[in-house]
């Protein structure tokens, strides 16, 4: 008997619609009466929120890896029903909470509500729960229409198909058949899972446009820049950037493209910006899980060396909590 808990948050999967448009309503106790599972499976559930994913933040996914590290040696497993709007920022978020973890912790949700004629809902969360019982199964993860995602390369890409996500660089991990198998998951699990608990509220990402100026709230102390191409910073914000660095604010420049990531030394204009200004490239992390590597390397370093150093390492012997 395998042992998964689900986790409830809100989002679409648990909405009813009202005289103000849908917002959260169901309990997860009430999603997992709508599905059918395993016998050799056993579920628990536990209610952490009931928000639209527009307001979650990452105080709630601190709060939900927190409770999962509470929780992680009783079950086998671990189910997140989620809103799709933040659900790549929050699987990004718990996948440098929760780092390199041997056990499942799975994303899901839904474009239709529970409740709605031809709802995705119940399939979606027959395949999460079924992926998070499986022996094989490790790592944070989204699974939505049957296929299965690394939680720091989904993408939300779509807001109206039933396949609203994607994977950008990585590729899928799999996929669960109709009947729950687990179909071409080769990947397997090594080193040892690491928690964190601290995320930091003064990264933000901006996306440049041509002729914008660098624009930056006070509080910031990391900047991920979407560039465009490969990436690079044009020649008139070298003055804007150089200012930034002045007041110890970090540039990370990632690109607005979906696929292929960030090279500076393929063109002048971003060898020139690399030998001039500190920058760290994103490559080929997603912004979403820039975002979440930054707010964490951020938390957990005081000073440029160590920031880029965190933001690069899977996991670090730095500042451990």
């Known amino acids: 008997m395998r042992k998964v808990l689900v986790i409830g948050t809100g989002g679409t999967i648990s909405c009813v619609r009202g005289e103000n448009g849908l917002a959260p309503q169901l309990s997860v106790s009430e999603l997992m009466k ?13 209610q952490l929120f009931c928000l639209d994913s527009t307001n979650m933040t990452p105080r709630h996914w601190e709060q939900l890896a927190r409770y999962i590290r509470e929780r992680y040696d009783e079950f086998d497993g671990f189910v997140i029903t989620h809103g799709t709007d933040t659900m790549a920022y929050a699987a990004a978020a718990v996948s440098v909470l929760i780092q390199n973890s041997k056990k499942p912790v799975v994303f899901t949700g839904s474009v239709k509500p529970m409740k709605a004629k031809d709802s995705d809902a119940p399939v979606n969360m027959r395949d999460a729960v079924c992926f998070a019982a499986k022996k094989r199964a490790f790592g ?9 995602f690394h939680g720091s390369d989904a993408h939300k890409w779509d807001t109206e198909s039933l396949k609203a996500f994607n994977s950008m660089n990585r590729g899928t991990s799999g996929r669960i058949d109709a009947k729950g198998k687990l179909i071409n998951f080769c990947e ?11 995320l930091s509220d003064e990264v933000f990402l901006s996306k440049l446009i041509p002729g914008q100026r660098l624009c930056v709230p006070e509080n ?23 200012a930034l660095a002045d007041r110890g604010v970090y540039l990370i420049i990632a690109t607005q493209c979906e696929y292929g990531g960030t090279k500076l030394s393929e063109y002048e204009v971003g060898r020139s910006a690399a030998k001039r200004l500190p920058l760290i490239e994103a490559g080929r992390l997603t912004a979403e899980y820039a975002v979440a590597r930054a707010q964490w390397a951020l938390a957990y370093s005081d000073s440029y060396e160590g920031f880029k150093e965190l933001f690069y390492t899977t996991y670090s012997e730095v500042n451990k909590p």
């Open 34 to 46: 709508e599905i059918s599972l395993p016998a050799k499976i056993e579920v628990c559930t536990e």
């Open 140 to 148: 944070v993860c989204v699974v939505f229409c049957g296929m299965i």
């Open 188 to 198: 397997k699990h090594s080193g040892e899972t690491r928690f964190y608990e601290r």
């Open 220 to 242: 910031a102390r990391a900047i991920i820049l979407e560039s465009y191409g490969a990436g690079g910073v044009p020649d008139y914000l070298f003055d804007d950037a150089a």
